[in-house]
């Protein structure tokens, strides 16, 4: 038999979503284990073995010194490396506190310095060259599944390339922008989760990052102006999960 | 000298020890969160309260209905919105849904490969395939509760301050009905496993929790009276740590499933009683290590509430309107049982419904001193005795007995 590729994750600063994503795979995941062998990924097991990788998950964004250093030993030791869900490709919520680390450290823990060594949030894809990008705050499981499928076979994974919008009409859900009048963040939005929030009648609220390419976030600041939200709030609104683009 | 303990595993998030020797003796220990700080509280500021519990969600996947109910709660509670017994009901039902997935995880993935020896649940499932797959549908069903409740596995969007974006169907509730009486064999034989277990760690002489069994509109402890955070609990920043440590009346204490049971057994329904009777004498010690047993317990309780709740439900019938929330100044506190334990959500708002203050105390930062405390005794008793890889192992079983959530513990702030 074929060796099994070499599998590992890494977790930076985040909210532990995007690795706890992978053990919610269920039987999926002993599925993958016919193709890898986990080892690295500190959630889920104590092993730690190896120094080389041919696939390495990296989450969350860099906010330490610790960080930075655990992301550059990922890099520098896996083949392919994926930068998974939005903290890793955008930065997410943690990124979006617009201040200076200092500022930000005075306001909660006082004035002793930053003895820790934390750095301001920014995403994975700052710092490496990363080989796939794959948002969600977290990630469909699915996708990644699938990603990691196509590798294990050495096809090149595909990105999406269509906005949350598609998949409500594919699903044929209300849109809840036009009919309700919902701040929802669809039309400009990475495709890919299946519209899930619409689903419960409610906006999107931009949770996979902004779809580059031929979305038009004007046209999306005009409608929400017209629907009466102000400036600040749109604003904030389309910056809450990327301030970072890949 | 100091002994370094390497990053915890098995655990959610980013944290190590130390452990101070000085003159051949364990004089110190010390808990490192390492995890970032991802800082919340600024993150919330200013912002619209209708978004909030979506963005505090992301605190920590593992719980997160645990933080949008807290955040919607303590939002309500600033603008005097009441809400019917159904939605209360609804959220109730979301948060069991979280105990099953977080303790199925944590007893079955990461606690017990140490019971059976092995490194991690994967490997562990070539001898014990059944007891793997058993935690695995139990952790499944609490995450199909949680997609019903709250949206989706993880961070969903459907708790809203006056109720729900959507409610959940006739044969959903069904669904709960059946599935949480088919599954509580299993639980039951959960239970028996972590009875098994020799205690370790400390003896916590104080245990936290809020006044109802799921959620509170103030806190208990083991003394008189029920209480608001800011009158008996303290919080302090530590030059090792991103995570602030906890007090009460200046000492160290316990939240989390074991005070739960010590604090509110009256409140369990029938089995979950039971069983804790039965094992009634061991908990009482207090030995941090049996909240394992406790959790066990709680999957009783949770799959038998769930099946009480869907049944209430059922014979009402849904109505599925949400109550007006009108925006007005105010302040209010969210108290929550997260899996592993208290989970505080304070705010004041301005009249136009935005956030002037906030607050996050979550059940880490609360057990942090006590965690270090548990790893002291635990050190003490071991350093010299085992080899240092035995009391390491023993060491990182003890950090593991509180279900640390290392991510959410950092980002507190006081402005
Ligand atoms: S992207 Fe979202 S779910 Fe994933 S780790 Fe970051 S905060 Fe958590
Ligand atoms: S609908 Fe929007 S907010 Fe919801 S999961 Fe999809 S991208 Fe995220």
């Known amino acids: 038999m074929m060796d099994k590729l070499k599998l590992a994750v890494f977790e930076l600063t985040d909210c532990g979503g995007c690795a706890l994503n992978m053990l919610f795979l269920y039987e999926k995941l002993f599925d993958l284990l016919e193709f890898y062998e986990i080892t690295e990924f500190h959630m889920a097991t104590s092993l730690s073995e190896g120094n080389h990788y041919d696939v390495a998950l990296v989450t969350g964004t860099v906010s330490t010194q610790r960080d930075l250093n655990l992301l550059k030993e990922a890099r520098n030791h896996s083949e392919y490396l994926i930068a998974l869900g939005t903290c890793a490709t955008h930065g997410s919520v943690q990124a979006s506190v617009e201040l200076p680390i200092r500022e930000k450290l005075k306001a909660v823990y006082g004035d002793g310095g930053n003895p820790m060594r934390a750095l301001d949030s920014k995403p994975v894809v700052e710092y490496v060259a990363v080989d796939f990008a794959l948002p969600g705050c977290p990630y469909d499981k699915e996708e990644v599944y699938q990603v990691l499928i196509d590798i294990a076979k050495g096809i090149e994974p595909v990105r999406k390339d269509y906005p949350v919008c598609l998949e409500c009409k594919l699903n044929e859900y209300e849109c809840v922008l036009v009919k309700k009048g919902l701040p929802c963040l669809g039309p400009i939005t990475y495709g890919g989760c299946k519209a899930v929030c619409v689903r419960s009648g409610l906006g999107c609220i931009g949770c996979r990052g902004p779809l580059p390419g031929e979305v038009n976030p004007a046209s999306e600041y005009e409608i929400l102006k017209s629907l009466g939200y102000d400036d600040e709030y749109i604003i904030r609104k389309f910056k809450t999960f990327a301030r970072w683009e890949p | ?415």
């Open chain 2, 1 to 415: 000298m100091i002994i370094e303990m390497r990053e915890f595993t098995r655990v959610e998030g980013n944290g190590k020890a130390e452990i101070v020797i000085e003159d051949g003796e364990v004089k110190d220990v010390r808990l490192q969160i390492i995890e970032g700080p991802r800082f919340f509280e600024l993150l919330t500021l200013g912002r619209h309260y209708y978004d909030v519990p979506d963005l505090e969600a992301r605190i920590c996947a593992i719980c997160y209905l645990s933080h949008s109910v807290a955040s919607v709660l303590g939002i309500e509670r600033a603008f005097g919105v009441e809400v019917p017994e159904e939605i209360t009901l609804l959220r109730e039902l979301g948060l069991i849904g979280e105990f099953l997935e977080s303790h199925a995880l944590h007893l079955y993935l990461l606690v017990a490969p140490d019971v059976f020896g092995y490194p991690d649940a994967i490997r562990m499932a070539t001898k014990h395939g059944e007891l793997v797959k058993e935690g695995l549908a139990l952790k499944a069903f609490g995450n199909r509760i949680r997609v019903m409740i709250g949206g989706r596995e993880i961070h969903g969007i459907n708790v809203k301050p006056g109720g729900f974006g959507r409610y959940p169907t006739v044969e959903e509730l069904e669904e709960i009905e059946r599935e949480s009486e088919a599954l509580l064999r299993l639980a039951k034989r959960s239970v028996r496993l972590f009875a098994q277990s020799d205690p370790y760690g400390a003896q916590a002489k104080h245990f936290v929790a809020t006044d109802g069994y799921l959620w509170g509109e103030k806190l208990i402890s083991d003394e008189e009276g029920a209480f608001h955070y800011t009158e008996r609990i303290e919080e302090h920043s530590l030059v090792y740590s991103f995570a602030k440590q906890s007090r009460y009346k200046g000492e160290a204490f316990f939240v989390g499933a074991l005070p739960r049971l010590l604090l509110k057994s009256e409140m369990l329904t029938p089995t979950a009683r039971r069983l804790f009777e039965e094992h009634r004498e061991k908990l009482e010690t207090g030995y941090v290590s049996y909240n394992n047993l406790a959790q066990a317990i709680e999957l009783v309780y949770s799959l038998e509430k769930a099946n009480e709740i869907a049944k209430t439900l059922l014979d009402r019938g849904i109505e599925g309107e949400n109550v007006p929330v009108e925006p007005r100044e105010g302040e209010g506190i969210g108290y929550v049982e997260a899996p592993r334990g208290v989970l505080i959500h304070h705010y004041r708002i301005d009249a136009s419904g935005k956030i002037a203050y906030s607050n996050i105390i979550t059940p880490t930062a609360l057990n942090h001193a006590m965690i270090e405390a548990s790893l002291l005794e635990e050190a003490r008793k071991l350093y010299g005795e085992a080899d240092e890889r035995a009391m390491i192992g023993r060491l990182e079983e003890t950090v593991r007995a509180f279900d640390p959530c290392i991510s959410c513990s950092v980002h507190l702030v006081k402005l």
